[in-house]
């Protein structure tokens, strides 16, 4: 996501933390907040192979050196993270998210603490949101999933999943039978046809987890983006904000961002019908799926989320996207610290009734 300048439209645990603390100790760094604003530069990385998307960090160093050590610490962690929750892929020695999947109905499984502690956080995210937001939603949509592969392989044969088999898929989406043994450390999916599906909350989750690890151990001055979730973890060194600009969903206009946030410590999280789709008879089917009619939520083009907790904001900017638009509303005005900037499907925007404080002042529009 890149920056604009202005507004256009309208922690781990202690083992964790310990483990960054010594290891940043061994590499010689020096924490941002002892060093001299005008001594530091800005760097940024970028990569392509984490989570389906574009992964950024931006951050200030005295020397490229310093910081490129400091981005491939961050890498390594969210690529641990990213191996995790893996839905589609396995790897050696490790058992995650699509392991689960295949033990379905069968029987339960050893995981690492970062799986029981990211179901946890999707029941929580669930029982919040009414239902729009579920982990155990994976049948459904791995329905639209292969649909969607298909349409892109051979656009001229673009088709929809049957009514009917969305419905069979979603005889199989319990949230109950997913069984969390925290003390045994063991996940079971009751339902042998259930399937998992993290793509609500992982990105925003684990970018949460690695800043999180990042405040711990001392280190300010970075912004994580992960396909477009978003955290700052600080300010930048001069004590201003970072100024990040909210996409327009209409990809043919000529006007790139519609709003400007301004972060120092929060996370943003856009979701959206702009990206991910596929087109059949002219129109445009997108991959966030109504819990009820089975068929991409028709309520906004986007919603985006600001709050401190990247996992949450990500969560919650899906819950609103599928909810219609006074019920979305009333969901994140009830929810503390937590804003909102809603577009309509007809372009107007919307914004919740604390937003405006996250954008520059009336001087700087």
Known sequence: MMTGNRRLMKAGAGAVVLLVLLWLSAQGFFLLNTQRADRLQKYERQFFDLFDTVTQISGYAEKEKEFEEKAAFIRQRLEYYAALYDIYQEYDGIVNLKTINQAAGREP??????????????????????????????????????????????????????????????????????????????????????????????????????????????????????????????????????????QNPDMQSEIPYIEEVWLTEESLVTSGSYQRFYMVEGKAYHHIIDKDSLMPSEHFLSVSVVTKDSGKADAYSTAAFNMPPEESRRFIEALPEVEAMWVLKSGEILYSSGFMKYTPPTEEK
Do not use: C
């Open 109 to 246: 499984l050893t995981v690492k603490p970062e799986i029981i502690d990211l179901l946890r956080f999707g029941q929580e995210a669930y029982r919040q949101s009414g239902g729009e937001v579920n982990l155990a939603f994976g049948s459904v949509l791995r329905l639209w999933h292969r649909y969607r592969q298909e349409a892109i392989e051979k656009p001229e044969q673009a088709r929809l999943p049957e009514m009917t088999e969305l419905r069979e898929a979603a005889r199989h989406t319990s949230i109950d039978d997913i069984l969390l043994e925290e003390k045994q450390g063991t996940v079971f999916l009751r339902d042998e046809q259930m399937s998992l599906d993290v793509g609500a909350v992982a990105k925003g989750y684990a970018v949460e987890r690695v800043a999180q690890e990042l405040e711990a151990a001392g280190i300010s001055g970075f912004l994580l983006n992960a396909g477009g979730n978003v955290r700052a973890i600080g300010a930048k060194p001069d004590g201003s904000p970072w100024r990040i600009g909210i």
